[in-house]
């Protein structure tokens, strides 16, 4: 056998039995020619796009439900408001329980899109992360009670809930007895676990019986109370009687709320292990 030349080319694994053209080396085409020898394309990585975090879509919740109250809250304000009898008395609008639940869930998505943007390390973190979710579950209550409150007296008193013949925005009703609620049962799904700590049922209990009295001081100045049908009740056994209903009401919303965020608790959690 002969032994093979020094110069020979080195060929490939005896499976292929082809030779291996070493990078670089000269390729002579047809006529003598060289021909310029076929270089690997570049490899082109793209980084992998990042899925929306939990963070991320909180934020962007918060940010947007705080935007649009703000611009209910705003149209208070406006000219066209004035003509509410809610503008005109001692109280302004905040006398009716649905402006007091609505400014403080504004104020609340508000303090909850700047705890989400807020870092880790932040020494502010803490305390905002503790605030935004006592405030968060506390006017979780509030809000879907004024909802629920809302539509029972407007449905049994044939609309006589802040009196017949007001002009408003088609949008303001929607805005402020169902969209509120619905951004309450919302905040929960996207929001990080809200807790319902004992704290935030002090919070919210001290937010209702403020309620309460802040109502009667109006009352007092006004002559009447901001609701009609209130009026029309004996005092005080009427306005009692629609204290205690409110209140209980307001307790099992609070506790369905602390009962179902357990389950949206375990469910974020094991769509996170599954990631």
């Known amino acids: 056998m002969a032994a093979p030349e020094a110069n020979a080319t080195p060929t490939a694994a005896v499976t292929t039995g082809k030779p ?12 003598g020619h060289r021909s310029v020898p076929q270089l ?25 439900a705080f935007l649009i109250f703000m611009k209910v809250w705003g149209w208070h304000i406006t000219p066209q408001a004035q003509n509410h009898p809610g503008s005109k008395g001692f109280g302004w609008f905040f006398r009716y329980l649905t402006f007091y639940s609505f400014t403080l869930q504004s104020a609340t998505l508000g303090l909850s899109a700047l705890n989400d943007v807020t870092r880790p390390e932040s020494p502010n973190k803490k305390w905002l992360a503790r605030w935004a979710d006592d405030l968060s579950c506390a ?28 002009v408003r925005p088609p949008w303001l009703g929607f805005a402020v007895h169902v969209l ?18 004992r704290r935030s ?6 937010l209702a019986s403020f309620y309460l009295v802040w109502i009667i001081v109006c009352s007092h100045f006004n ?14 056994q009427g306005f009692i009687a629609v204290a205690v209903a409110a209140n209980i009401l307001f307790f ?11 389950p949206m608790l375990r469910w974020r959690d094991r769509k996170a292990k599954a990631e």
């Open 223 to 236: 002559g009447v109370f901001p609701y009609p049908f209130l009026n029309k009740m004996p005092w005080p």
């Open 252 to 262: 099992f919303l609070f506790r369905a709320g602390k009962t179902l965020s357990g």
């Open 20 to 31: 291996i053209k070493q990078l670089g080396s000269a390729d002579h085409g047809p006529k």
């Open 201 to 206: 049922s002090l919070i919210s209990l001290c």
């Open 139 to 166: 006017v979780f209550a509030l809000a879907n009670a004024v909802t629920i409150m809302y539509f029972i007296v407007d449905r049994t008193t044939k609309g006589d809930v802040e009196g017949k013949g007001v």
């Open 180 to 197: 509120n609620g619905i951004v309450a049962w919302l905040d929960l799904a996207v929001a990080h676990p809200r807790t319902f700590s």
């Open 40 to 64: 690997p394309k570049k490899l082109i990585i793209y980084p992998k796009r990042r899925a929306l975090s939990g963070a991320d879509l909180a934020f962007a919740f918060h940010a947007i």
